[in-house]
């Protein structure tokens, strides 16, 4: 695996927020992921104003894929294990008020699926797709990353870390095809908060921000997390982040792609 420093990064900006997603225990899992892949996703697809909605499906045997680290939790919580997350990418800062008929549909079939629901938003360019593939390489396999801010840091200190010496270690690898990150503000329920469906989120439990990263294959992710550059990188996080959960994701699903709503979603 190269280590070697990696040159400048292309970076499109965007104003992206996730929508963290758990879906009911009173059925299969499989039922709800299905609902949500299928009927949900109409809905949120038909949504004025979006420049892409992406579906993350994670795997449901999820313990924690960050290497144990002293003094920061890796080991994901079987209580708090996310089932999948919403990814939504807006046209402008405006674009909330255009879709605003639409959400609330949305709102009313959250209980369909879902028993509890968390929306991270970040300030426009606050999400970072970076330029890491080279022409006609393909994403087969991912994994997502969830980072909470240690109490006592510095927030703009953990934002800077976040999008300049994770980011370029994370591209020195050389192994991924795919990294997005996401910085988030603040958590205020009211942006989120559906009928009938919990949004229950301590402060003790909240993320500040999120990075996706796609491989070629299972193997490149496997090597990637067991490699010493990350074992650097948890060592470097430690004053910053008092969590670090990592995710397999088993499908990550486009319905809105540059704008426009697919035929058929793209996996």
């Given at each position: 695996?190269?280590t070697?420093?990696?040159?400048?990064?292309?970076?499109?900006?965007?104003?992206?927020?996730?929508?963290?997603?758990w879906?009911?225990t009173?059925?299969?899992?499989?039922?709800?992921?299905?609902?949500?892949?299928?009927?949900?996703?109409?809905?949120?697809?038909?949504?004025?104003g979006?420049?892409?909605?992406?579906?993350?499906?994670?795997?449901?045997?999820?313990?924690?894929?960050?290497?144990?680290?002293?003094?920061?939790e890796t080991?994901?919580?079987?209580?708090?294990k996310?089932?999948?997350?919403a990814?939504v990418?807006l046209?402008?800062?405006?674009?909330p008020?255009?879709?605003?008929?639409?959400?609330?549909l949305?709102?009313?079939?959250?209980?369909?699926?879902?028993?509890?629901?968390?929306?991270y938003?970040?300030?426009?360019?606050?999400?970072?797709?970076?330029?890491v593939?080279?022409?006609?390489?393909?994403?087969?396999?991912?994994?997502?990353?969830?980072?909470?801010?240690?109490?006592?840091?510095?927030?703009?200190?953990?934002?800077?870390?976040?999008?300049?010496?994770?980011?370029?270690?994370?591209?020195?690898?050389?192994?991924?095809?795919?990294?997005?990150t996401?910085?988030?503000?603040?958590?205020?329920?009211?942006?989120?908060d559906t009928?009938d469906?919990?949004?229950?989120?301590?402060k003790?439990q909240?993320?500040h921000?999120?990075?996706i990263?796609?491989?070629?294959?299972?193997?490149?992710?496997?090597?990637?997390f067991?490699?010493?550059?990350?074992?650097?990188?948890?060592?470097?996080?430690?004053p910053?982040?008092?969590?670090?959960?990592?995710y397999?994701?088993t499908a990550?699903?486009t319905?809105?792609?540059?704008?426009?709503?697919?035929p058929h979603?793209?996996d």
């Amino acid at each position: 695996m190269s280590t070697s420093p990696t040159t400048r990064l292309g970076v499109r900006k965007h104003f992206s927020s996730s929508i963290l997603l758990w879906v009911r225990t009173d059925q299969p899992r499989q039922t709800g992921m299905d609902y949500w892949k299928g009927p949900h996703s109409g809905i949120i697809s038909a949504t004025p104003g979006m420049e892409e909605y992406r579906q993350i499906h994670l795997a449901e045997d999820n313990p924690g894929r960050w290497p144990s680290t002293e003094r920061v939790e890796t080991t994901i919580p079987a209580d708090r294990k996310i089932d999948g997350i919403a990814e939504v990418t807006l046209q402008s800062a405006l674009s909330p008020l255009k879709g605003r008929k639409q959400t609330a549909l949305a709102y009313k079939d959250e209980i369909n699926v879902f028993r509890r629901t968390l929306l991270y938003g970040g300030l426009p360019n606050a999400s970072r797709w970076y330029d890491v593939a080279a022409p006609g390489e393909v994403v087969g396999s991912r994994a997502v990353i969830y980072l909470r801010r240690r109490d006592g840091a510095s927030a703009g200190e953990f934002r800077r870390f976040v999008n300049k010496q994770l980011v370029s270690s994370m591209a020195a690898t050389g192994v991924l095809k795919e990294l997005r990150t996401q910085t988030f503000m603040p958590w205020n329920k009211k942006l989120w908060d559906t009928p009938d469906v919990a949004h229950d989120n301590p402060k003790d439990q909240r993320f500040h921000a999120s990075v996706i990263l796609g491989f070629a294959d299972d193997a490149a992710r496997d090597a990637f997390f067991s490699s010493r550059a990350v074992k650097d990188l948890s060592e470097q996080l430690t004053p910053l982040a008092s969590a670090i959960h990592a995710y397999d994701v088993t499908a990550a699903l486009t319905y809105v792609k540059d704008g426009h709503v697919l035929p058929h979603y793209e996996d």
